[in-house]
């Protein structure tokens, strides 16, 4: 069965650092990958998408991420983070031929000092 | 943009009592999904449907039940509704294709 495995539970970064949230994934076929966000109280948010092609995706946000098949990974990645950028941040896989599923990990959340 | 709606932000409600949380999407997709979210456990599948009257079962479905008689409205049923079904409900649809998935705002349920 396919799985998403995000390590980080918790990540505390300080304002204008670069970030990293990593995501790994287990799925037989080529996956349809993507990351949310959510801020508190709020529902999820679509930072960016892969499907196919380029290996290096662009979000919003300022966000961008990197699929890597020999690592079966989707990192996310952002130069300089913001103040508002803190956040739960969920990466997601499609499963299931036909069925469309997402299967989230578990989240990371990110806290961000001023 | 696609909107999805979900009928209450908050709800309180007791042991037992048969709970219904309503989720109406506008822009005729075929596919609607209902997501738990928890602390530390992320989002789990409930059930979902492809189309309507017809239901699958995801992850999670014990103690649940749900319903599709309008392509754009997906009911989520707690036949009795325990402590332990506690928790953040969220709609999400997508069309004919895993390409853009929309999510409710949420539910925070809490049964007493």
């Known amino acids: 069965a396919q799985s998403v495995t995000q390590p980080d539970i918790h990540i505390t970064v300080s304002e204008g650092a670069s970030l990293e949230l990593r995501c790994n994934y287990s799925?037989?076929?080529?996956?349809?990958l993507f990351w949310y966000v959510q801020s508190p109280g709020q529902g999820l948010q679509l930072l960016l998408k892969y499907f196919s092609g380029d290996t290096l995706v662009q979000g919003i946000k300022g966000f961008e991420a990197e699929f890597k098949r020999s690592q079966s990974s989707f990192n996310l990645r952002k130069p300089s983070v913001h103040w508002s950028d803190a956040a739960e941040y969920f990466c997601?896989?499609?499963?299931?031929?036909?069925?469309?599923?997402?299967?989230f990990g578990k989240g990371t959340k990110l806290s961000v000092i001023p | 943009d696609v909107k999805v709606t979900q009928s209450s932000r908050y709800l309180v409600k007791r042991t037992g009592e048969k709970v219904f949380l309503e989720c109406v999407q506008d822009m005729d997709h075929e596919n609607m999904f209902w997501y738990r979210q928890d602390p530390g456990l992320g989002l789990r599948l409930i059930y979902f449907s492809y189309d309507v009257k017809m239901k699958e079962k995801g992850d999670i479905p014990e103690g649940y039940s749900v319903s599709r008689e309008k392509k754009e409205r997906f009911s989520l049923i707690l036949e009795s509704a325990s402590t332990n079904q506690t928790s953040m409900y969220l709609c999400?649809?997508?069309?004919?294709?895993?390409?853009?998935?929309?999510f409710g705002s949420g539910t925070r349920l809490t049964v007493v």
């Open positions: 799925y037989g076929a080529t996956p349809y």
């Open positions: 997601a896989v499609v499963s299931g031929a036909g069925s469309y599923q997402l299967t």
């Open positions: 999400a649809t997508t069309g004919r294709g895993p390409y853009g998935y929309t």
